[in-house]
């Protein structure tokens, strides 16, 4: 007899799969007795990989049609049973593929007609992240449980400045450039930070090298960390940095993890009751056009 296994459904931006590890984490804890798949994309199965929440971690490339991400999922997965199917995702997508374990006789979760156990709350598109997940849990009696430390996702393998420092995230995906705030903003905060005796650090991606240049260039006190840094190396830093501000972006949610002053600045085109980072430390501020008095709002949260 094929012993069943637990499947966990989760794709997505960095940001949102950060915002996820709590739930995955109660569904462990749920779970601990039985052996737990996550179905995911790169890169998230080398940033998961790390943790003792899985017996596997299955990687697809998600298609156009979702009919033949079914191929895959059944080339990959056809091996196994599976007793409970949570799909953290609840996209339409990723909902069609429940009528895949349906029909094995999983037990699944998430939303849709395919969902044996559905969050069917009509206020779900309104409620941030975590609140909808655990709200979509506790329907299958599973109590959420917030997972203090990361430790395991750490990388020591970076430089830690030996004066006080602050990150910078002043770039985003380059697919959502409306989300970052005016480059002149994030010059204004290291000019306040220098004058402060707090070392700015600029951390991003390959998407944004061009800007982390320009500011780097701006005063030779500011270091460039950009492309040079990977998620464990940013998580190490977080837990040593004075503070950190950037954008609504993947990277601040898992600096937010750190627990230290996280100052995460939204424009209108996101909304941070439904997907802002959390942790001890969070401060939300809007961005209103208006770059002195936000300035003046951002100035006032580093003296604090």
């Known amino acids: 007899m094929i012993e069943k296994k637990v499947l966990i459904i989760k794709f997505g931006g960095l940001g949102d799969v950060i915002l996820s590890l709590d739930s995955i984490f109660s569904i462990f804890k749920h779970h601990e007795a039985r052996d737990i798949v996550l179905l995911t994309e790169q890169p998230y199965d080398d940033i998961l990989k790390a943790c003792s929440w899985f017996d ?57 007609k395919f969902a044996k156990i559905s969050h069917d709350n009509p206020k779900r598109n309104f409620m941030h992240t975590i609140q909808r997940q655990k709200e979509q849990l506790e329907k299958c009696n599973i109590s959420y449980r917030r997972k203090e430390s990361f430790k395991w996702l750490e990388d020591n393998n970076v430089k830690v400045p030996k004066e006080k420092f602050a990150l910078i995230i002043p770039g985003g995906s380059g697919k959502r450039k409306y989300k970052r705030m005016p480059l002149s903003v994030f010059k204004k905060v290291i000019d306040f930070l220098i004058y402060k005796k707090i070392k700015p650090i600029i951390i991003g991606s390959d998407d944004d090298e061009k800007i982390c240049s320009l500011l780097s260039k701006q005063n030779n006190q500011v270091v460039n960390y950009c492309s040079k840094t990977s998620i464990g190396n940013l998580l190490y830093l977080s837990k040593y940095a004075h503070l950190s501000i950037g954008n609504d972006t993947g990277p601040m949610h898992l600096i937010a993890r750190g627990n230290k002053k996280t100052i995460v600045l939204f424009t209108k085109y996101s909304n941070p009751s439904l997907c802002a980072p959390t942790g001890k430390k969070v401060v939300i501020l809007k961005f209103d056009n208006d770059n002195e008095s936000f300035l003046i709002k951002i100035k006032k949260i580093i003296e604090d």
């Open 56 to 112: 596997e971690i299955i990687v697809i490339k998600r298609t156009y049609f979702y009919y033949l991400d079914l191929f895959q999922i059944n080339n990959k997965l056809s091996k196994y049973k599976f007793s409970h199917v949570y799909d953290l995702q609840t996209s339409k997508r990723t909902s069609y593929y429940l009528k895949y374990f349906s029909e094995m006789c999983s037990i699944t979760n998430g939303i849709g």
